[in-house]
């Protein structure tokens, strides 16, 4: 069994970028041992784009 994790992170209305570094935040969990399942872009905004993306985590649990 597993347990998950799901870290939000929004993109710039302006340029799209997203506005946290997602290699630090995805280096930081796997410190903590969590392992990178993928990131999840869903479309929100006019036009099919995205606001924010989630990044998925998982780890075995206790």
């Known amino acids: 069994m597993y347990e998950y ?3 939000k992170v929004d ?3 302006w340029n ?3 506005k946290d ?3 630090d935040i ?3 969990h796997a ?3 969590w392992r990178f399942v993928q990131i999840f872009a869903p479309a929100t905004k006019g ?3 995205a606001s924010y993306f989630e990044i998925i ?3 075995p649990s206790n």
């Open 21 to 23: 570094n997602y290699h």
């Open 11 to 13: 993109l710039s209305s």
């Open 57 to 59: 985590f998982e780890k």
């Open 31 to 33: 410190k903590d041992g």
């Open 26 to 28: 995805i280096n930081s």
């Open 16 to 18: 799209g970028k997203p």
């Open 47 to 49: 036009y099919g784009s």
């Open 5 to 7: 994790k799901y870290v």
